[in-house]
T-cell receptor, first 109, second 115 residues
Framework: QKEVEQNSGPLSVPEGAIASLNCTYSDRGSQSFFWYRQYSGKSPELIMSIYSNGDKEDGRFTAQLNKASQYVSLLIRDSQPSDSATYLCAVKAGNMLTFGGGTRLMVKP | DADVTQTPRNRITKTGKRIMLECSQTKGHDRMYWYRQDPGLGLRLIYYSFDVKDINKGEISDGYSVSRQAQAKFSLSLESAIPNQTALYFC??????????????FGPGTRLTVL
């Protein structure tokens, strides 16, 4: 059984702070890793993809991948109240994505 | 804009009824997926299709069936709905040209309630 684990939260950070979201996965053959943002009652929106060990930056978002530790994280710099949402980690192994249960982030003004 | 649409957006039905959820896309993607989402359980794959002639079961296919009518259309059916199929259902698409990465893009979702 392939597993993707996330702390359900909520993770509460003050506006302007760095939010750090973490995800671990069980399948060492996993090839691609994704972060989706989902607002309440809405569909998941892809915000970051990462395929190689190390960091990938896109605006205020940085994804970090460590395949040896089977760990992927998302950093959100200068957090804004509009970043308050559930963040889903997804891992591709073979032809399918496996999703974690999501971490709820709350950014307080 | 190229998009993924789902109909209906909300549906309330009764136990034992047959119901169909429809998904259409204008992205030109060849791969399509159906997921359900329950609180705290994340997204779970029901069925997926890599082209019109290719249909595959996902993690939780029991009680569901699908039809890929065209590259752009993928329907999910509940032959005899039961209350534990109450959930949020999402259709997603991806493109073989980026198959290694399999970035998936989601429709707006259908909220289904089975009484």
């Amino acid at each position: 059984q392939k597993e993707v684990e996330q702390n359900s939260g909520p993770l509460s950070v003050p506006e302007g702070a760095i939010a750090s979201l973490n995800c671990t996965y069980s399948d060492r053959g996993s090839q691609s890793f994704f972060w989706y943002r989902q607002y309440s009652g809405k569909s998941p929106e892809l915000i970051m993809s990462i395929y190689s060990n190390g960091d990938k930056e896109d605006g205020r978002f940085t994804a970090q991948l460590n395949k040896a530790s089977q760990y992927v994280s998302l950093l959100i710099r200068d957090s804004q109240p509009s970043d308050s949402a559930t963040y889903l980690c997804a891992v591709k192994a073979g032809n399918m994505l496996t999703f974690g249960g999501g971490t709820r982030l709350m950014v307080k003004p | 804009d190229a998009d993924v649409t789902q109909t209906p957006r909300n549906r309330i039905t009764k136990t034992g009824k047959r119901i169909m959820l429809e998904c259409s896309q204008t992205k030109g993607h060849d791969r399509m997926y159906w997921y359900r989402q329950d609180p705290g359980l994340g997204l779970r794959l029901i069925y997926y299709s890599f082209d019109v002639k290719d249909i595959n079961k996902g993690e939780i296919s029991d009680g569901y069936s699908v039809s890929r009518q065209a590259q752009a259309k993928f329907s999910l059916s509940l032959e005899s709905a039961i209350p534990n199929q109450t959930a949020l259902y999402f259709c997603a698409t991806s493109d073989t040209r980026f198959g290694y990465y399999n970035e998936q893009f989601f429709g707006p979702g259908t909220r289904l309630t089975v009484l």
